[in-house]
Protein backbone atom coordinates (compact mmCIF):
# COMPACT_ATOMS: atom_id res chain seq x y z
CA UNK A 1 0.00 0.00 0.00
CA UNK A 2 1.57 3.51 -1.00
CA UNK A 3 1.52 6.29 2.16
CA UNK A 4 1.44 9.72 1.24
CA UNK A 5 2.56 12.37 3.38
CA UNK A 6 0.58 15.51 3.00
CA UNK A 7 2.12 18.76 4.16
CA UNK A 8 1.30 21.97 4.22
CA UNK A 9 3.41 24.72 5.46
CA UNK A 10 1.33 28.21 4.44
CA UNK A 11 0.43 30.35 7.24
CA UNK A 12 -2.78 31.17 5.68
CA UNK A 13 -6.08 29.12 5.80
CA UNK A 14 -7.36 27.20 2.85
CA UNK A 15 -9.80 29.74 1.26
CA UNK A 16 -7.22 31.74 1.07
CA UNK A 17 -3.98 29.64 0.17
CA UNK A 18 -3.22 28.48 -3.34
CA UNK A 19 -0.83 25.98 -1.87
CA UNK A 20 -3.56 24.31 -0.10
CA UNK A 21 -5.91 24.15 -2.76
CA UNK A 22 -3.01 22.62 -4.73
CA UNK A 23 -2.26 20.54 -2.45
CA UNK A 24 -6.16 19.47 -2.26
CA UNK A 25 -6.53 19.23 -5.98
CA UNK A 26 -3.47 16.92 -6.06
CA UNK A 27 -4.88 14.54 -3.07
CA UNK A 28 -8.33 14.52 -4.72
CA UNK A 29 -6.97 13.16 -7.60
CA UNK A 30 -4.54 10.40 -6.21
CA UNK A 31 -6.91 8.89 -3.95
CA UNK A 32 -9.27 9.14 -7.17
CA UNK A 33 -7.46 6.94 -8.95
CA UNK A 34 -5.76 5.28 -5.88
CA UNK A 35 -8.41 4.81 -2.83
CA UNK A 36 -6.72 2.42 -0.38
CA UNK A 37 -3.50 4.52 -0.48
CA UNK A 38 -2.92 5.77 3.07
CA UNK A 39 -2.59 9.38 3.82
CA UNK A 40 -0.29 11.13 6.73
CA UNK A 41 -1.33 14.65 7.55
CA UNK A 42 0.81 16.79 9.02
CA UNK A 43 -0.18 20.69 9.17
CA UNK A 44 3.36 22.62 9.91
CA UNK A 45 1.62 25.92 8.53
CA UNK A 46 -1.22 26.02 11.50
CA UNK A 47 0.83 24.12 14.26
CA UNK A 48 4.47 25.37 13.50
CA UNK A 49 6.57 23.17 15.70
CA UNK A 50 8.97 25.47 17.68
CA UNK A 51 12.78 26.72 16.05
CA UNK A 52 15.15 24.31 17.41
CA UNK A 53 17.68 25.51 19.87
CA UNK A 54 20.75 24.44 21.64
CA UNK A 55 18.98 21.67 23.77
CA UNK A 56 17.62 19.98 20.80
CA UNK A 57 21.06 20.16 19.01
CA UNK A 58 22.48 18.74 22.13
CA UNK A 59 19.94 16.00 22.90
CA UNK A 60 20.07 14.62 18.57
CA UNK A 61 24.20 14.44 18.38
CA UNK A 62 24.05 12.57 22.04
CA UNK A 63 23.49 8.67 21.07
CA UNK A 64 20.21 7.44 21.74
CA UNK A 65 21.31 4.74 24.31
CA UNK A 66 23.31 7.55 26.31
CA UNK A 67 20.21 9.98 26.04
CA UNK A 68 18.53 11.15 29.79
CA UNK A 69 14.41 11.86 29.76
CA UNK A 70 14.75 15.25 29.03
CA UNK A 71 16.68 14.59 25.82
CA UNK A 72 14.11 11.94 24.53
CA UNK A 73 11.29 14.58 25.70
CA UNK A 74 12.94 17.28 23.45
CA UNK A 75 13.32 15.11 20.71
CA UNK A 76 9.80 13.35 20.50
CA UNK A 77 8.36 15.07 18.23
CA UNK A 78 11.30 15.26 15.70
CA UNK A 79 10.95 11.59 16.20
CA UNK A 80 6.99 11.72 15.21
CA UNK A 81 8.01 13.93 12.08
CA UNK A 82 11.10 11.50 11.12
CA UNK A 83 8.53 8.35 11.14
CA UNK A 84 6.31 9.97 9.24
CA UNK A 85 8.55 10.67 6.63
CA UNK A 86 10.17 7.19 7.05
CA UNK A 87 6.63 5.75 6.78
CA UNK A 88 5.88 7.82 3.34
CA UNK A 89 6.59 6.60 -0.43
CA UNK A 90 5.24 10.17 -2.08
CA UNK A 91 5.73 13.42 0.29
CA UNK A 92 3.11 16.22 -1.20
CA UNK A 93 4.48 18.97 -0.11
CA UNK A 94 2.94 22.44 -0.26
CA UNK A 95 5.64 25.15 -0.26
CA UNK A 96 5.04 28.82 -0.61
CA UNK A 97 7.43 31.47 -1.25
CA UNK A 98 8.03 33.56 1.73
CA UNK A 99 10.71 36.24 1.18
CA UNK A 100 12.05 33.98 -1.24
CA UNK A 101 12.69 30.70 0.64
CA UNK A 102 10.53 28.68 2.13
CA UNK A 103 8.13 29.90 5.37
CA UNK A 104 9.20 29.81 8.72
CA UNK A 105 7.02 27.22 10.29
CA UNK A 106 8.61 24.33 7.17
CA UNK A 107 12.22 25.26 7.35
CA UNK A 108 11.78 23.85 11.40
CA UNK A 109 10.21 21.45 9.92
CA UNK A 110 13.11 20.97 7.79
CA UNK A 111 15.21 20.71 10.83
CA UNK A 112 13.59 18.51 12.80
CA UNK A 113 13.56 16.00 10.29
CA UNK A 114 17.72 16.07 9.38
CA UNK A 115 18.25 13.70 12.50
CA UNK A 116 22.23 12.15 13.00
CA UNK A 117 21.31 8.54 12.82
CA UNK A 118 18.05 8.56 11.92
CA UNK A 119 17.63 10.52 8.19
CA UNK A 120 21.59 11.02 7.78
CA UNK A 121 24.74 9.54 8.92
CA UNK A 122 28.34 10.94 9.09
CA UNK A 123 31.74 9.75 8.76
CA UNK A 124 34.87 12.22 8.08
CA UNK A 125 36.48 8.46 6.84
CA UNK A 126 33.87 9.36 3.67
CA UNK A 127 36.40 12.14 3.04
CA UNK A 128 34.76 15.16 1.78
CA UNK A 129 31.85 13.80 1.73
CA UNK A 130 30.61 12.90 5.35
CA UNK A 131 26.67 13.26 5.19
CA UNK A 132 25.01 10.31 3.60
CA UNK A 133 21.31 9.70 3.65
CA UNK A 134 19.78 6.87 5.49
CA UNK A 135 15.94 6.69 3.29
CA UNK A 136 15.77 6.12 -0.49
CA UNK A 137 12.85 5.76 -2.63
CA UNK A 138 11.12 8.28 -1.68
CA UNK A 139 9.30 11.19 -4.29
CA UNK A 140 8.64 14.53 -3.56
CA UNK A 141 5.91 16.89 -5.36
CA UNK A 142 6.47 20.44 -4.41
CA UNK A 143 3.33 22.44 -4.64
CA UNK A 144 4.48 26.09 -4.21
CA UNK A 145 2.54 29.58 -5.10
CA UNK A 146 4.54 33.17 -5.72
CA UNK A 147 3.45 36.29 -5.66
CA UNK A 148 5.96 37.42 -8.44
CA UNK A 149 7.09 35.23 -11.34
CA UNK A 150 9.92 33.76 -13.30
CA UNK A 151 11.54 31.86 -10.61
CA UNK A 152 11.78 28.72 -12.73
CA UNK A 153 15.44 28.30 -14.35
CA UNK A 154 15.84 30.65 -16.87
CA UNK A 155 13.74 32.97 -16.07
CA UNK A 156 14.43 36.58 -15.13
CA UNK A 157 13.91 35.78 -10.97
CA UNK A 158 15.82 32.51 -11.28
CA UNK A 159 18.55 33.83 -9.13
CA UNK A 160 16.43 34.99 -6.37
CA UNK A 161 14.62 31.82 -6.10
CA UNK A 162 15.86 30.63 -2.42
CA UNK A 163 13.00 28.03 -2.18
CA UNK A 164 13.19 25.33 -4.67
CA UNK A 165 17.09 25.07 -4.26
CA UNK A 166 17.09 24.61 -0.70
CA UNK A 167 14.00 21.91 -0.68
CA UNK A 168 16.42 20.57 -3.50
CA UNK A 169 19.03 20.93 -1.15
CA UNK A 170 17.62 18.81 1.42
CA UNK A 171 15.54 16.50 -0.38
CA UNK A 172 18.02 13.60 0.44
CA UNK A 173 17.06 13.46 4.06
CA UNK A 174 13.53 12.40 3.11
CA UNK A 175 14.85 10.04 0.67
CA UNK A 176 14.39 11.90 -1.94
CA UNK A 177 16.59 11.95 -5.08
CA UNK A 178 16.62 14.63 -7.58
CA UNK A 179 15.24 13.38 -10.48
CA UNK A 180 12.24 12.04 -8.05
CA UNK A 181 11.32 15.74 -7.09
CA UNK A 182 8.42 17.34 -9.07
CA UNK A 183 7.60 21.13 -8.90
CA UNK A 184 4.31 22.95 -9.67
CA UNK A 185 4.06 26.42 -9.04
CA UNK A 186 1.27 29.17 -8.97
CA UNK A 187 2.83 32.51 -10.10
CA UNK A 188 2.13 36.41 -10.63
CA UNK A 189 -0.41 35.89 -7.08
CA UNK A 190 0.26 39.53 -6.38
CA UNK A 191 -0.47 40.84 -10.08
CA UNK A 192 -4.28 39.07 -10.16
CA UNK A 193 -4.64 39.27 -13.68
CA UNK A 194 -5.42 37.11 -16.21
CA UNK A 195 -1.39 35.57 -16.07
CA UNK A 196 -2.42 34.53 -12.93
CA UNK A 197 -5.58 33.21 -13.25
CA UNK A 198 -3.54 31.08 -16.63
CA UNK A 199 -0.96 30.24 -13.56
CA UNK A 200 -3.59 28.80 -11.49
CA UNK A 201 -5.31 26.55 -14.24
CA UNK A 202 -2.58 25.17 -15.53
CA UNK A 203 -1.05 24.30 -12.10
CA UNK A 204 -3.99 22.43 -11.23
CA UNK A 205 -4.00 21.16 -14.41
CA UNK A 206 0.01 19.74 -13.60
CA UNK A 207 -1.41 18.38 -10.32
CA UNK A 208 -4.24 16.41 -11.01
CA UNK A 209 -2.30 14.87 -14.32
CA UNK A 210 0.62 14.36 -11.85
CA UNK A 211 -1.15 12.32 -9.53
CA UNK A 212 -2.81 10.56 -11.85
CA UNK A 213 0.15 9.27 -13.20
CA UNK A 214 2.13 8.69 -10.04
CA UNK A 215 -1.61 6.53 -8.50
CA UNK A 216 -1.38 4.67 -11.84
CA UNK A 217 2.63 3.40 -11.77
CA UNK A 218 1.51 2.14 -8.07
CA UNK A 219 -1.51 0.31 -9.87
CA UNK A 220 0.91 -1.15 -12.78
CA UNK A 221 3.96 -2.13 -10.13
CA UNK A 222 0.81 -3.76 -8.11
CA UNK A 223 -0.96 -5.45 -10.80
C1 LIG B 1 5.09 36.67 4.40
C2 LIG B 1 5.03 36.59 2.90
C3 LIG B 1 6.18 36.72 2.16
C4 LIG B 1 6.14 36.62 0.75
N1 LIG B 1 7.29 36.73 0.04
C5 LIG B 1 7.25 36.57 -1.32
C6 LIG B 1 8.44 36.62 -2.08
O1 LIG B 1 9.54 36.78 -1.59
N2 LIG B 1 8.35 36.48 -3.42
C7 LIG B 1 7.15 36.27 -4.06
O2 LIG B 1 7.13 36.12 -5.28
N3 LIG B 1 6.01 36.22 -3.33
C8 LIG B 1 6.03 36.35 -2.00
N4 LIG B 1 4.88 36.30 -1.26
C9 LIG B 1 3.62 35.97 -1.95
C10 LIG B 1 3.27 34.50 -1.74
O3 LIG B 1 4.25 33.66 -2.27
C11 LIG B 1 1.92 34.20 -2.37
O4 LIG B 1 0.95 35.00 -1.71
C12 LIG B 1 1.51 32.75 -2.29
O5 LIG B 1 0.24 32.62 -2.87
C13 LIG B 1 1.50 32.27 -0.82
O6 LIG B 1 1.05 30.93 -0.75
P1 LIG B 1 -0.39 30.61 -0.15
O7 LIG B 1 -1.38 31.27 -1.08
O8 LIG B 1 -0.51 29.14 -0.15
O9 LIG B 1 -0.47 31.19 1.23
C14 LIG B 1 4.90 36.40 0.12
C15 LIG B 1 3.73 36.29 0.89
C16 LIG B 1 3.79 36.38 2.26
C17 LIG B 1 2.53 36.24 3.07
Given at each position: ???????????????????????????????????????????V???PPPAITSDFIHAAFTPA?QRENWMRERLALSDELVD????????????????????AALKAWVDHVARIGRTF?F???????????????????????????????????????????????C??Y??????????????????????????????????????????????????
Amino acid sequence: MTTLLHIDSSAQLEERSLTRQLTKTFMDAYLGTHASARVIRRDVGQTPPPAITSDFIHAAFTPADQRENWMRERLALSDELVDEVVASDIIVLGAPMYNYGMPAALKAWVDHVARIGRTFSFDLSRGDFPIEPVLSGKTLVVLSARGEFGFAPGGIRAHLNALDPAIGACAHYWGVAQEAIHTIAIEYQEFKDDRHRRSIDDAHQNARALAMKLAANVAAVAA
